[in-house]
């Protein structure tokens, strides 16, 4: 065959396939099912086992796939029982009864008892276990001991009967039981005989193609960095209205375009310069709640550029936040002044009033504190008499924070602070200035995403490492968020925790390490083809009402 | 010949050595903490140093770079930090992925560039030669990631033609023949966006390649023995001309291995690229060393293949 054939004929075929693909493009799946699609914007790890997986896609995943416990109810208190029928803390909080609804069963056919629930605990407390939920079971008595080797039980952990456990904890806690407990069972029919190769669990077809789960869908398929598919789990004890959910990756850019296009039925995180397009979809219902996370603008608090609190006090009052939140946001995020998000019980909405904005108060404080400016150029000078420059980074990859530095930077100038804003870096390397106290950064721009408990120790504690700001030490700061956990006035009653917690937010606020700037509502789309979807501060797609989910015929 | 490809494959492995460790030091220096997220200050801080050690990261760098090579060396690619899993079986899922799309995206090129390019050619300076000309330009200026939107938006949005993204309908049940066409329809959007770009350089070259030829003594004493203008181009023009294409071929089969980073994204196309791009934002070292390597050494024996090539269709080149 010469050249020419072969070009001719490729061509020919190409052609031909081209025509043939595009007269099967209209061909529908047998269909019948009641399928929707739900799109996530990045790939999935593909970790599906409960207590081994770090992404937070492959958790969406789990949600369906994997039963809780118990879940939290729309003021974010656990309180609906999901594996379990019944709990009760003791009175002082050092342990707990939890009874398990009968005939449950795992998506292999097996029952799931109790048995699963503490194999689940010492699986995580296990010397050899390689995950990073340990925290999670820590508050168990003898928890700590397995995990370095000395025990090879919990300690702390009774069975009573097939449905019912007793659990006694290190030391009375006053946190929410679903932050101090872990309350996702993994099947101990599989995972016992594996106990040896604990370190590979991640890598075993259990957590990654062949999973064996407990909630209302399983499994079916997964394609790396496409999608997962998951199908009803038809002898589960709460029966899905859908026979399969659908978790699709699809770009960003393109993701709006298939919501209208009905391609997709649901999206977590509509970004914000999106929303008023999305509104004027027909198909679609847009809902927005504020959320767990917020933004902050951080101090190196050992740094002496901006180890003054009065500094940190007067920039505190310069920012014009509500300014942001309608400038950027169209008003959709929540001021707020406290470490707390504000749909937990335990805001305290007292504290809003400190910090409100005003560029006059920020220089009083700045004259106060002994910041003038010596030498005329509208800038006030460090007390020193010496030029005031203070540096400003941020990362790049919210668009949303990107805009604001710049807006941050001309408020801060306005109440008389030179700042130098900095050249965006991407987040990984941002996070990696910021958490080496390289001696350039001084102030900084960062979000968090927290959990619904209120526990400030992970970030604030003074030998945290995620404590950026380097403060709490030589304050009551640390005593007082371990009071918040364990003194008896917390442990006592909600009321009294509450307090306490407030009294460590207003010495933070006296102190400013961080200013709060503000907490972005989380907003979910969904298809008006999707019936009976709840919202609330879970948003759509993580609400724990799935089940009830169905499709218009 | 035997022996020039033994020279040549020896001669790769200083080079590819050098290549690691320019890659590796590359790496090194960017910063960024591969295992912690930074996204929620409840982190099991513990859990994270146990993984610094488990993957080596608290050791030297170099002797991180000698551990890495030595693994690379024996076929052990190493485990990745975002998904614990074997890279090896990470690029394996893919690799099938990117070949089919590249294969795809080079045979649309090769049926549209080289007829253009040769229709062009015979007729330098027309109208049809300048319209080709003043495409060309456009496909070869227009930037990837914008024409991949352009026709999802015209293509699957507008016309519903091609599916949006994917390699694959959800949950199908296609099996033989009616599989390979739902994986043509979706390959063909990516494949075409890809192939734009390229289209637009090869009809220049074969173009500028074809009128090269013509103009030469050979063609002028074929044409002056009155053979007709078709066996004049078949047998004297194109012969001499495509051979140049051979060495791009190479150099394709080189670039085709290391993805679409941009367009495999767009399509959501689970491939190298999509692989590439997902690992360099989680700062996924062990994968982001293989990808580069695989590549480096695709590139190599894509040069490789072109000399060989060029040896076989041309007589006048001979290798010793």
Same mark, same amino acid.
């Given at each position: 065959m010469n050249k020419r054939k072969i070009g001719a004929l490729s061509l020919a075929v190409v052609m031909g396939l081209s025509v043939f693909a595009t007269a099967c493009g209209s061909k529908s799946s047998e269909a019948k099912k009641k399928q929707i699609t739900v799109a996530m914007t990045s790939t999935f790890a593909g970790t599906f086992n409960p207590v081994l997986y770090e992404d937070q896609y492959d958790a969406y995943v789990l949600n369906f796939t994997f039963d809780s416990l118990w879940a939290q109810d729309e003021k974010v208190e656990t309180t609906i029982p999901v594996l379990a029928e019944s709990w009760k803390e003791t009175p002082n909080k050092d342990g707990a009864t939890i009874k398990l609804k009968k005939d449950l069963k795992w998506h292999d056919g097996k029952p799931l008892t109790i048995d699963d629930v503490i194999f689940t605990w010492e699986f995580i407390a296990n010397k050899d276990y390689q995950g990073p939920r340990f925290d999670y079971v820590e508050s168990i008595k003898g928890a700590r001991a397995m995990k370095d080797g000395k025990a090879t039980k919990l300690e702390g952990v009774k069975k009573v009967d097939d449905q019912t456990v007793e659990v006694t904890f290190e030391k009375p806690d006053a946190r929410d039981i679903s932050t101090k407990l872990w309350s996702i069972p993994i099947p101990k029919h599989i995972w016992e005989s594996k106990l040896g190769s604990i370190k590979n669990a991640v890598n075993d077809p259990a957590t990654t193609k062949k999973v064996v789960g407990s909630g209302p869908f399983k499994v079916k398929d997964f394609k790396a960095g496409q999608y997962v598919l998951v199908e009803k789990?038809? %002898? *589960?004890h709460k029966q899905a209205k859908l026979d399969n959910i659908v978790l699709k990756v699809v770009q960003p850019d393109v993701a709006i375009a298939a919501l209208q296009k009905g391609e997709i039925d649901m999206l977590a995180s509509v970004p914000m310069a999106e929303v008023d397009k999305v509104k004027t979809f027909s198909n679609v219902e847009i809902k927005e709640t504020p959320d767990f996370g917020y933004q902050y603008l951080g101090f190196k608090t050992k740094n002496p550029v901006v180890s003054d609190k009065n500094l940190r006090r007067a920039i505190a009052y310069a920012i014009n936040r509500q300014a942001l939140v309608d400038g950027l946001m169209g008003g959709r995020a929540t001021l707020l002044s406290q470490a707390i998000a504000p749909v937990s019980y335990y805001y305290d909405q007292k504290l809003d009033a400190s910090y409100i904005y005003s560029a006059d108060k920020a220089k009083e404080t700045l004259a106060a504190a002994g910041?003038? #400016?010596?030498? /005329? #150029?509208?800038f006030v000078e460090d007390k020193a008499g010496k030029p005031l420059v203070v540096n400003l980074d941020y990362p790049v990859g919210n668009p949303v924070r990107e805009k604001s530095a710049p807006l941050i930077k001309a408020d801060i100038e306005k109440a008389g602070i030179k700042v130098n804003l900095r050249k965006p870096r991407d987040f990984k390397s941002h996070s990696e200035f910021v958490e080496r106290d390289d001696t350039d950064v001084h102030m900084w721009l960062m979000g968090w995403g927290t959990d619904t408990d209120p526990d400030q120790s992970g970030a604030y504690k003074s030998d945290a490492p995620f404590n950026y700001s380097r403060w709490g030490a030589g304050t009551d700061s640390d005593k007082l968020i371990d009071a918040q956990k364990f003194d008896p006035k917390a442990l006592a009653s909600k009321e009294g925790r509450k307090e306490l917690l407030s009294q460590w937010s207003k010495l933070f606020q006296d102190e400013s390490p961080v200013v709060f700037l503000y907490s972005m509502n989380q907003i979910d789309a969904k298809s008006k083809r999707v019936l009976n979807a709840q919202f609330d501060? *879970? /948003?759509?797609? %993580? *609400?724990?009402?799935?089940? %009830?989910w169905d499709v218009k015929e | 010949m035997a022996k020039y490809i033994i020279r040549r494959v020896l001669g790769m492995i200083p080079m590819l050595i050098l290549i690691s460790i320019i890659l590796f030091t590359m790496i090194q220096l960017v910063p960024g903490d591969p295992l912690s997220q930074g996204l929620n200050p409840n982190e099991d801080q513990e859990y994270i140093e146990k993984l610094r050690v488990e993957f080596g990261l608290d050791k030297h760098p170099v002797e991180q770079y000698f551990l890495w090579a030595k693994n690379f060396a024996t076929g052990d690619l190493g485990i990745s930090f975002r998904t614990k899993g074997e890279v090896a079986s990470e690029i394996g899922d893919r690799v099938g992925n990117t070949v089919f799309l590249g294969v795809t995206a080079l045979i649309i090129t090769y049926s549209i560039a080289v007829p253009l390019g040769i229709l062009s050619a015979n007729r330098p300076y027309s109208k049809l030669d300048y319209t080709v000309t003043g495409l060309s330009f456009v496909g070869y200026s227009f930037p990837s990631f914008f024409l991949g939107l352009l026709l999802i938006f015209g293509f699957s949005f507008q016309l519903d033609w091609f599916p949006m993204n994917g390699t694959e309908t959800v949950a199908s049940g296609y099996e033989g023949l009616d599989y390979l066409i739902d994986r043509l329809h979706h390959v063909v959007l990516p494949a075409f966006t890809l192939a734009v770009i390229s289209t637009a350089s090869y009809t220049r070259y074969v173009r500028a390649s074809v009128m090269d030829a013509k103009a030469q003594d050979f063609t002028r004493t074929a044409f002056a023995k009155g053979l007709s203008t078709k066996v004049v181009m078949r047998k004297h023009v194109l012969r001499n001309a495509l051979i140049p294409l051979v060495t791009l071929f190479g150099l394709d089969l080189g670039a085709l291995l290391g993805g679409a980073i941009i367009t495999e994204t767009i399509f959501t196309y689970p491939g190298l690229g999509q692989l590439f791009l997902d690992s360099v934002a989680n700062r996924d070292y062990p994968v982001i060393m293989a990808l580069s390597m695989i590549t480096s050494t695709a590139v190599l024996f894509g040069n490789l293949i072109a000399d060989i090539l060029y040896a076989f269709v041309d007589p006048r080149i001979k290798y010793e």
């Open positions: 789990f038809k %002898e *589960h910041y003038k #400016d010596v030498n /005329g #150029d509208g501060w *879970h /948003g759509y797609v %993580e *609400h724990p009402a799935f089940t %009830e | -």
